[in-house]
């Protein structure tokens, strides 16, 4: 889907979270990898303020490195 121009921050459910918000929440690690780079975005707050990037720290440490390894495109393309 992500090939064929799916938006990856599009809010999938009520409390306003986006593919990369639940990817997290699930500990899908690959799938949060790949949402990064097709261009989800770090500072997306859903309706309890929270970024992926908040969610990322309070639940799943293992996630951290996400921010730090992969360059977002939103930050080298100065969105």
Avoid: W
Avoid at 21 to 48: E, F, M, P, V, W
Avoid at 59 to 79: A, H, M, Q, T, W
């Amino acid at each position: 889907m992500l090939r064929a121009n799916a938006d990856p921050n599009m809010e999938c459910t009520e409390d306003g979270d986006t593919p990369l918000h639940k990817a997290i929440r699930g500990s899908h690690y690959d799938t949060a990898k790949l949402l990064i780079r097709y261009n989800a975005k770090l500072d997306h707050r859903n309706k309890q303020g929270e970024t992926p990037k908040d969610v990322a720290a309070s639940y799943k440490e293992r996630f951290i490195d996400l921010f730090v390894d992969i360059p977002s495109p939103n930050v080298l393309e100065g969105n």
